[in-house]
């Protein structure tokens, strides 16, 4: 399988400066033709740095993770609810020492940020733009582990993939096909 120029068993490059990824308020109102589907498809693009084929891969992950919803929590304990963490989270304090949620738009593990983002808050997670920085740096961290298309559950069970999850990476792997087309190509001014 050849998508564009990504093999199965590559990722797109993700090593760069992730410093400015912008915040949905800092991108210009729509004026180019591009016809973007979705309503974040132009803030993935540029905070891809307009690869696209890492934007499909994002996307993929976040229609997966939290079908594209910035506000969608994963408590990842039982007994607690989603409502509850998210109502925590949006109060801007700090979250108990006994949770560990998964948070907004790429369902990054709040521990897994404040490694990978030291200082971010679970509030910061839930705008897409700071998801979004994360997310790139956590895609960074998996491809310098060796971790490529065919082993992309590696964001869903951590880089050891034990035990892995082919549902989940076949799942993405078949909506990366559906999104590649979704952006525009590599380096294009469209934004």
Known sequence: MNIGNLQPDELPPSS???SDVPSLSDIPPESSRWNWRGPYDRLIFLASGRQRTLSALLKAIAEHE???NPLRVNPERA????SYV???IRAGGELPDRLNPSIGFLQIRFSTARNLE????AH???DVGMNLRVGFKLMDQLQRAGIRLETIDAWNVGQDLEPRNLPYRDN???LFNGFVEDFPPDGANVV
């Open 16 to 18: 760069r400066d992730v």
């Open 66 to 68: 939290s079908g594209q």
């Open 79 to 82: 007994g607690i609810s989603e």
């Open 86 to 88: 998210l109502g925590l």
């Open 118 to 121: 030291p200082g971010v808050t």
């Open 124 to 126: 910061d997670l839930l």
């Open 172 to 174: 993405i792997v078949r």
